[in-house]
């Protein structure tokens, strides 16, 4: 069988800010640019995979997360939905169920390890497109029945891809962002390390378990930051579903 994983987050605020507000609302004034907009993507991709089942994998508030129970300072510099958009969230999960999308949420997750868990167990017998544009994604392209699509560019994105864009392979994607970190989700990888300097240390310690055990590195003093980055861009592909 075939699967569309929808990193439903991501296409709701795309929807949202992609349409002016002023222009799309009831009589009543009440506002649907992100409701219309979201069916219109869901639409697209139906008609971009017409014999794929689609499952709408959902965040859980950021309070019951793991991560910022682990680390408060996770996701801590996100504001709050603006009140345009979260007022039209109820109708938009309307919308989804009413165009037979399961939805799925697991409480103390976010939504890319329900479909980190959803693409790990489908994968095995399934064809899976994770339709997101978030780069965590890449980390899933480490299964060869896993693909990436992107609904604003309208583009597929593979392991090729990920190696072409970052110079290192799905496999260490992981060990990538734990250098770098990851400025919308407030974790700070080790500081003064770039892409560049982190693709170097990838491929001179290959795993992340030789870069750990070199206590002669000068990053060495660093290490409580990267573990706890490591931990924090990893998902799990073990949640209960």
Do not use: W
């Not at 000068?218 to 980055?229: A, R």
């Amino acid at each position: 069988m075939k699967y569309v994983l929808l990193d439903i987050s991501g296409i709701i605020y795309r929807a949202f800010f992609a349409l002016n507000q002023d222009k799309f609302h009831r009589s009543d004034g009440f506002p649907t640019n992100a409701i219309l907009g979201t069916i219109n993507i869901l639409k697209q991709l139906n008609r971009k995979f017409p014999e794929h089942i689609f499952i709408s994998c959902r965040d859980s508030k950021r309070s019951e997360l793991l991560r910022t129970q682990e680390t408060d300072t996770y996701k801590q510099n996100r504001k709050s939905a603006d009140p345009i958009l979260a007022q039209q969230f109820e109708h938009i999960y309307k919308s989804i169920e009413a165009m037979n999308i399961t939805s799925v949420k697991c409480i103390g997750y976010e939504a890319d390890d329900v479909i980190a868990t959803l693409a790990y167990t489908l994968q095995k017998d399934n064809e899976v497109v994770i339709a997101s544009s978030d780069k965590d994604m890449n980390q899933l392209l480490v299964y060869d029945n896993v693909i990436i699509y992107n609904p604003a560019k309208k583009e597929f994105f593979d392991s090729d891809d990920c190696f072409e864009k970052f110079k290192v392979h799905p496999k260490n994607f992981t060990f990538y962002q734990a250098f770098v970190g990851d400025a919308s989700d407030n974790i700070q990888g080790i500081k003064g390390v770039g892409p560049k300097t982190a693709v170097k240390l990838i491929n001179k310690y290959e795993t992340i378990e030789k870069f750990i055990n070199d206590t002669k590195s000068k990053y060495h003093k660093n290490i409580d930051d990267f573990t706890q980055s490591l931990e924090l861009v990893t998902l799990s592909t073990s949640i209960a579903i």
